[in-house]
């Protein structure tokens, strides 16, 4: 393993991340962590363009739902 040069901290070890994962990554921080961070998105400006997030971007009619994949229309 490559280690870091001087006196910085190596933040990636095993060991680090399991701490994280254990001590950190929990149901109650997440839903933290995702509000702040819709927050945050509903402040960028074009973010108005986008509606309320509840229907998806795509057109669903363009989308191929068969289930055959032979390629054939039906």
Partial sequence: MRRCPGTCVEALTRSRLVHVDQYYLRSDTIAAANAALIEAQAQVPIV??????????????TVDLDDDDDGAED
């Fill in 48 to 61: 108005k363009f986008w509606g309320q997030g509840l229907r998806p971007l795509r057109d669903p009619d």
